[in-house]
């Protein structure tokens, strides 16, 4: 069974930081690209950011973009995201997944809840 496992999610005031992550058990995701989406209140599931495999090429939905940065470590399965100046909007669970995304990959999230 493959499992993608968020994790790394809390609660902060806007302008703080966190850094998620995403471990992957039961398969390995190098030849992947891999990427982060959110899912706020009510809202669509959105992309996020994604982190290519062959060329480690990274891209961001615009709302993120010189905020969020993209990682990953291929040797320990795990992809991160590092958030800095957070703000409300941006409350969400946040979830990892291939890009695109495949449903069956899809796990519980992460919770990130930003307080004004």
């Known amino acids: 069974q493959v499992l993608l496992t968020e994790s790394g999610g809390e609660s902060v005031q806007a302008g703080g930081s966190l850094t998620l992550s995403c471990a992957s058990s039961?398969?390995?995701?190098?030849?992947?690209?891999l990427g982060w989406f959110r899912e706020a209140l009510e809202k669509d599931r959105e992309f996020v950011a994604a982190?290519?495999?062959?060329?480690?090429?990274?891209y961001y939905t615009d709302s993120v973009k010189g905020r969020f940065t993209i990682s990953r470590v291929n040797a320990k399965n795990t992809v991160y995201l590092q958030m800095n100046s957070l703000k409300p909007e941006d409350t969400a669970i946040y979830y990892c997944?291939?890009?695109?995304?495949?449903?069956?990959?899809w796990g519980q999230g992460t919770q990130v809840t930003v307080s004004p």
């Open positions: 982190v290519v495999f062959s060329t480690d090429s990274t």
């Open positions: 039961g398969h390995t995701f190098s030849g992947y690209a």
């Open positions: 997944n291939t890009f695109p995304a495949k449903l069956r990959y």
